[in-house]
């Protein structure tokens, strides 16, 4: 297999690096609870450009960068109808966004292949509420107004390996049950009762690795993980998986 690398930004903040190129998730690294986006913060850690970047969902601690790091990178954003009603309201051009349907493959550059599973964002039932149309810019200046939206958990293909990225503690029992891959990139942050028992039936990976477990409302700079990895060992027995740390690059074991 060929060598990936990723680094780790926080949250659900990954970037990967293999032999053909890069490639971002959930790029965000503002982290404030009164302000959604600060420049300087995006200009500090994200100086790459990345071939493409993936979205999960359209909250506020994984979109409100995007406008500023698109601008930087030029790069095309594969997001839901929802994210990209977010971005189109606060002037992103329609050449660095593609909106995504559930179930989607696409080929995308660096020979990645990518497919677009529906998910489930933790802690809703059902159809999260989003924006079928472009939402008012003023209902973004606030934290809520980050509507959730489509749900994607993402398969990457890549040089004979599988990620599977969740970005949230969830999933979608009918679209991702029997999932199998190498890295199963999971947001484990306050995961709910019943989340382990959701992941040991649904999916098949050699390794977990743990994401969005830290104190997300900090700066990187004061940066530190909370203990959910410690409770899902505790739930999940002979839990195959391992840490990555913040702002390395880290190659991917064979
Ligand atoms: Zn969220
Ligand atoms: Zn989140």
């Not at 930004?9 to 053909?20: A, C, K, M, P, T």
């Not at 995504?100 to 660096?110: F, K, V």
């Not at 942050?189 to 019943?194: E, I, N, P």
Request: proline share 6%; charged share 20%.
């Amino acid at each position: 297999m060929d060598s990936v690398s990723v680094k780790w930004y926080g949250i659900n903040s990954l970037e990967f690096r293999h032999v053909n190129g890069s490639f971002m998730i959930d790029p965000y690294v503002s982290r404030s609870r009164e302000k959604l986006y600060i420049p300087g913060e995006v200009d500090k850690y994200i100086t790459s450009k990345p071939d493409f970047i993936l979205m999960t969902h359209a909250h506020w601690d994984h979109l409100p960068d995007l406008p500023h790091i698109l601008k930087n990178s030029d790069t095309v954003l594969y997001a839901s109808t929802t994210a990209c009603n977010i971005m189109r309201a606060l002037g992103v051009p329609e050449k660095n966004l593609y909106a995504l349907s559930y179930g989607e493959i696409l080929d995308l550059p660096g020979n990645v292949k990518v497919t677009a599973y529906e998910s489930r964002h933790m802690g809703i039932e059902g159809e999260p509420e989003g924006y079928s149309t472009l939402p008012d810019p003023e209902t973004l200046k606030t934290h809520s107004g980050w509507r959730c939206g489509e749900t994607f958990a993402f398969m990457i293909e890549i040089g004979g390996k599988k990620i599977l990225n969740c970005g949230t503690a969830n999933l979608c029992e009918k679209s991702m049950r029997g999932l199998e891959c190498d890295y199963l990139f999971c947001g484990i942050s306050r995961y709910k009762a019943g989340f382990p028992e959701l992941l040991t039936a649904n999916l098949h990976y050699r390794y977990l690795i743990p994401t969005h477990h830290d104190e997300f409302t900090l700066p990187l700079d004061q940066f530190y993980l909370r203990n959910d990895l410690q409770r899902l060992a505790e739930d999940i027995p002979g839990l195959q998986s391992f840490e990555i740390p913040v702002l390395q690059w880290t190659e991917l074991p064979q």
